[in-house]
């Protein structure tokens, strides 16, 4: 047996864990009409195939119709999920992991024009500002209705060959219920802690009544909220406590914060540029004070803070959730002692992002994730070995170059510049998005065990292309700033690329045009700002950087406001004029009726990418395919087979930006795709 603290079984209760690692309850929005259907499923039994010892589902699963999902969760409170559950648990279990389900009532933390337009619910008028639904405070009737729901759900979860249920307090009605600040109840569930405490204890024992003490109990709770008034953390402690000597529950899962905003979300989750495990220790602190089992997750994404958390106490279970989106074989990885193998997660929070704006999770540089049931994380060998020439070695040649190498074919990669990476090794300028350059050094480490040629510092021409004799070539050349969006006046600005590659030098007075509303604009606005010059970030749309979204804005707003940015919206600049020193703005509004003239001593703008593709249309003339792709196979996952050309001697495809500005995850997902089927 290993002597990795990683890898030693745990026992819980009557349940043995294989080892210490865990996927903490997360809702991946995959859910059909609120069911773990197929795609679910295949997403879950993913992670037990990597040899996870634990991994929960739902993040949350809702227990009453007054909490519709705010976005696509499952719904417990339905007898007809019972058999989509068993479907799920019963191929967990053949993989010989352990499987829960969280549980929740949402509260406030949802809207009442949701699902079947019922009042939202919480122990106080006041409204979370995330969903901004303003609640019915709870009555008597509403309080038993909700216990009881919970029980069914539960012995629903128990049926459906759950291993547990663990209950979502933290931010959702049982925290509502339990913090001073959401708690204005009279009587027996308001006032006291004791009070407050009492509707997740009352909980807890109509759940335990239905399910008997073979399953497990467990809960996810905020034992420091970090709010002036509300739970602190000697409170928390008090409850952690509590929590334990109720003898109801089987380990606690511990929170620090709140997630009431996108901020405090934010703290909970941290993501890239922010530091890692920052509240590992303060779980450790719990299980110090209560000696009872501790699990905890928080950007915990590499397994040596993992090792670490469970060699020194700090905690009996160790979730590494979001590195399981990106890796869900990191457990395997580390028992075959090829934990170099493991795909890194990079905390861009892609995953998070997109669930929070209505979307499924996906993970920035894994599109397998969440599309199990086509795109495969461990790719087979081709029947016939080809010669595959790839231009461009930014995140999507290197994938399509890792791909087709993993396939069994000579790849050869031309990149112009002396090193890997395109726009992300640009992105990553920025202090808080070094991380991100981790999805390049990855695959150049895994391209290099798999024998791939690289030719950096070479414009790779069409004759150069033809030398090489090959079977497919894949044009992944990304795109170029694209700042002509002006009526007059576009050879005045410079590019978002400009300020942060350190090409120019930052203004004074500085406005940036972000017509984009990627991370572009505000790198290059911190930079500006950081540098003392001032800096009006400035966009036609109502909100400013969309693309970016909610928890990766947080530390951009922190910095930037603290630097005195400003943020305009609903403006669009039109024009630019030279006048002394100085260029004139010409602003307008998508809206009409407003025309106006500011003075500055920089123009940015940030408008996107233009393909860089004049060797595709080169190359396109003498291949086979004549550079189509057939849309239908490559969505089915079925080879390519377009035949334009008889006489053309290779297939020729484009990749990433070189077809159209998208994102980082975008790019790879063409390259997977396209490649496994090569």
């Known amino acids: 047996m290993s002597n990795d603290p990683l890898l030693q079984p745990y026992q819980l209760k009557h349940l043995t864990l294989r080892n210490r690692i865990i996927v903490t309850s997360h809702e991946p929005a995959y859910p059909e009409e609120g069911m773990p259907k197929a795609r679910y499923r295949a997403y879950t039994v993913e992670r037990a195939k990597g040899g996870v010892a634990l ?11 007054d909490s519709p999902p705010v976005f696509n969760n499952l719904l417990a409170y339905k007898d007809e999920i019972v058999p989509w559950v068993r479907e799920m648990t019963d191929a967990v279990h053949e993989q010989g992991a352990a499987i829960m389900i969280q549980l929740t009532h949402l509260g406030r933390r949802t809207r009442w024009d949701k699902g079947d337009w019922l009042p939202v619910l919480a122990p106080s008028h006041h409204r979370e500002p995330a969903h901004r639904a303003y609640p019915k405070k709870l009555e008597d009737w509403d309080i038993e209705r909700v216990i009881k729901d ?65 399953f497990i109990l467990g809960v996810r709770y905020t034992a420091d909220e970090r709010l002036p008034g509300g739970t602190s953390k000697s409170d928390g402690m008090e409850i952690s406590r509590r929590l334990k000597d109720s003898g109801l529950i089987d380990y606690l899962n511990v929170i620090r914060g709140h997630i009431d905003t996108d901020p405090g979300l934010t703290d909970v989750i941290p993501i890239q540029g922010m530091a890692n495990s920052p509240h590992l220790d303060f779980a450790g602190e719990i299980r110090a004070a209560t000696n009872f089992p501790t699990f905890h997750a928080a950007k915990i994404p ?39 193998d493991i795909r890194p997660c990079v905390g861009a929070n892609y995953c998070l992002d997109r669930i929070y704006q209505g979307g499924e999770a996906y993970c920035i540089h894994n599109p397998a994730t969440g599309r199990e049931l086509t795109m495969p994380h461990i790719i087979s060998k081709a029947e016939t070995r080809k010669k595959v020439v790839i231009v461009g070695a930014g995140p999507a040649g290197l994938e399509a170059a890792r791909v087709c190498a993993e396939r069994g074919h000579e790849v050869v990669v031309f990149e112009a510049a002396d090193k890997a990476g395109g726009q992300i090794r640009l992105t990553a300028q920025s202090e808080r998005r070094r991380e991100m350059i981790s999805i390049i050094e990855w695959r150049m480490s895994q391209c290099e065990k798999l024998g791939v040629t690289f030719r950096f510092n070479t414009w790779a021409e ?7 004799n090959p079977d497919v070539v894949i044009i992944a050349t990304g795109g170029l700033p694209h700042t002509e969006v002006l009526s007059h006046g576009n050879e005045l600005v410079i590019s978002a690329w400009d300020i942060i590659s350190g090409d120019v030098k930052p203004g004074s007075n500085v406005l940036i045009f ?7 604009g505000l790198q290059a606005a911190e930079f500006i700002a ?18 970016v979204m909610a928890m990766n804005l947080t530390p951009y707003m922190r910095s930037l406001q603290k630097l005195d940015a400003t943020f305009t919206v609903t403006y669009r600049l039109e024009a630019v004029e030279k006048s002394g020193n100085e260029l004139l703005a010409e602003i307008g509004s998508d809206y009409g009726g407003v025309t106006k003239t500011r003075s500055f001593d920089q123009i940015v703008v940030n408008n996107g990418t233009i393909p860089l593709d004049d060797l595709y249309f ?51 997902y063409d390259a997977l795709r396209l490649a496994k089927d090569i």
Do not use: W
């Open 618 to 668: 080169e190359l396109k003339p003498l291949s086979s395919n004549r550079g189509e792709i057939a849309q239908d196979a490559l969505i089915a996952g079925a080879p390519q087979a377009v035949v334009r050309n008889p006489d053309g001697t290779f297939q020729l495809f484009r990749i990433g930006d070189a077809v159209a500005a998208r994102n980082t995850h975008a790019a790879i």
């Open 462 to 468: 069409a004759d150069a292309v033809q030398a090489e």
């Open 150 to 214: 919970f029980a069914d759900a539960a012995e629903r979860m128990k049926a459906g060959g759950m291993d547990g249920v663990e209950l979502e307090a933290y931010g959702h009605l049982i925290d509502q219920f339990v913090s001073p600040l959401t708690n204005e109840l009279d009587g027996p569930y308001g006032g006291s802690l004791d009070n407050r405490l009492r509707f997740c204890l009352d909980v807890f024992k109509a759940m335990r009544e239905r399910v008997g003490d073979d």
């Open 530 to 547: 950081k540098a003392g010059g001032k800096v009006e970030i400035m966009t036609p749309d109502r909100s400013f950087a969309p693309e």
């Open 514 to 520: 972000d017509d984009a509303g990627d991370h572009a």
């Open 302 to 340: 590499d397994v040596a803070t993992a090792r670490h958390a469970i060699a020194a106490g700090k905690v009996d279970m160790v979730g590494m959730t979001r590195a399981h989106l990106t890796d869900p074989h990191l457990v395997r990885k580390i028992i075959e002692k090829r934990e170099e």
């Open 55 to 65: 991994t929960m589902t739902a993040g949350s699963a809702a227990v009453s119709k």
